[in-house]
């Protein structure tokens, strides 16, 4: 069982930045892909940026240039940098993780992002 805690979310002004972390921990199995995903409210869950263990990234059109998704495979961790944050970009923050063999996804608990204008 993989368990995914993040860390990093709060209160920040528009305009400003916030790095999350998600670390991964407890597979048997090497994480492949992770990626962030986000919910505000009234929405559906959405994708943010996802990056491969080989560190292919994608992300959604609306954070492209701003947001950097990168990890640190020796730490099963990965990270958001989220730049220039507008206050649509508030949201509940979720990591998830996909475990090698397995093929299963993982979500973390999520973390609330605020920007306020």
């Known amino acids: 069982q993989v368990q995914l805690v993040e860390s990093g979310g709060g209160l920040v002004q528009a305009g400003g930045s916030l790095r999350l972390s998600c670390a991964a921990s407890?597979?048997?199995?090497?994480?492949?892909?992770m990626g962030w995903y986000r919910q505000a409210p009234g929405n559906q869950r959405e994708l943010v940026a996802t990056?491969?263990?080989?560190?292919?990234?994608n992300y959604a059109d609306s954070v492209k240039g701003r947001f950097t998704i990168s990890r640190d495979n020796a730490k099963n961790t990965a990270y958001l940098q989220m730049n220039s944050l507008k206050p649509e970009d508030t949201a509940v923050y979720y990591c998830?993780?996909?475990?090698?063999?397995?093929?299963?996804?993982?979500w973390g608990q999520g973390t609330q992002v605020t920007v306020s204008s």
């Open positions: 998830n993780a996909n475990e090698a063999y397995t093929g299963r996804d993982y």
């Open positions: 407890g597979s048997r199995f090497s994480i492949t892909a």
């Open positions: 990056i491969t263990r080989s560190f292919r990234t």
